[in-house]
């Protein structure tokens, strides 16, 4: 027999246990999942869906504004920590959300490469998390922010849509109604979204809208980066190491 669903924590203790992250909000959650790999995070999704149970996700919990607390499911990822594969040649690597940063890095050392983007909690921090919040680092300037070390994404809507994406995904032609009503939306839209959207390198505050201009291929992959969870549930992700 296999293993048993993942099952929700509604214990007083684990509730009480993540209530908080690194800022000041305290947050009672409702119920506490840690999935042990892809399939019980996509199970754990559905399930919360099904009840409408407000979904936050959650990594190292280093969040200073109250990113990794909510009143509903907290899914704890950092269980997922495969590190799925990584081409020495390359540098891409394919990894599940609770990837450590630094663990990614070392694993891409021996063949030279690190994942470039590096913030203080480098020791800690995941993958996951990084890419909900955009993360970046000392090393910017050289190495960028997170949406520009991420090639592709495997998650879950808020419908319950399964989506694999690329850079190269091009909304137009998409079978997916999440994708054709987002293309919709930014044909709308146009003119606020270039005169609104990235005018700066660390506008990373809302939603990245100037990444599915036409001018920009609709890059839908980087657009959900920095959306902190709220779009989709990340299942694994495709990242370009840098070279150390």
Do not use: K
Request: net charge neutral; charged share 20%; glycine share 14%.
């Amino acid at each position: 027999m296999g293993a048993p669903p993942v099952a929700f924590d509604r214990s007083t203790l684990s509730r009480a246990l993540y209530t908080s992250d690194a800022s000041l909000y305290r947050v009672v959650p409702e119920a506490v999942c840690q999935p042990r790999d892809p399939r019980e995070l996509g199970d754990a999704v559905h399930a919360a869906l099904a009840v409408g149970l407000p979904i936050t996700m959650r990594g190292a919990g280093t969040s200073c504004a109250g990113n990794a607390v909510g009143s509903g499911l907290i899914i704890d990822t950092r269980g997922l920590h495969d590190i799925e594969s990584l081409d020495p040649t390359t540098g891409r690597a394919v990894v599940q959300p609770g990837v450590v940063q630094a663990v990614l890095s070392t694993a891409g050392a021996t063949h030279g490469w690190r994942f470039g983007p590096d913030p203080s909690t480098t020791d800690r921090c995941t993958v996951g998390g990084m890419i909900g919040n955009n993360a970046c680092g000392p090393r910017a300037l050289g190495y960028g922010r997170t949406s520009e070390s991420v090639e592709g994404l495997q998650l879950i809507t808020g419908t319950g849509e399964h989506l694999t994406l690329e850079r190269s995904t091009d909304l137009r032609a998409s079978t997916s109604e999440t994708l054709r009503g987002l293309h919709g939306l930014v044909q709308a839209n146009l003119g606020l979204i270039r005169t609104e959207f990235g005018r700066f390198s660390r506008q990373v505050s809302g939603y990245a809208l100037e990444h599915l201009l036409p001018e920009r291929g609709f890059d839908v992959t980087r657009f959900l980066v920095g959306s902190e969870g709220t779009l989709g549930v990340v299942i694994r992700a495709t990242v370009q190491l840098s070279r150390d």
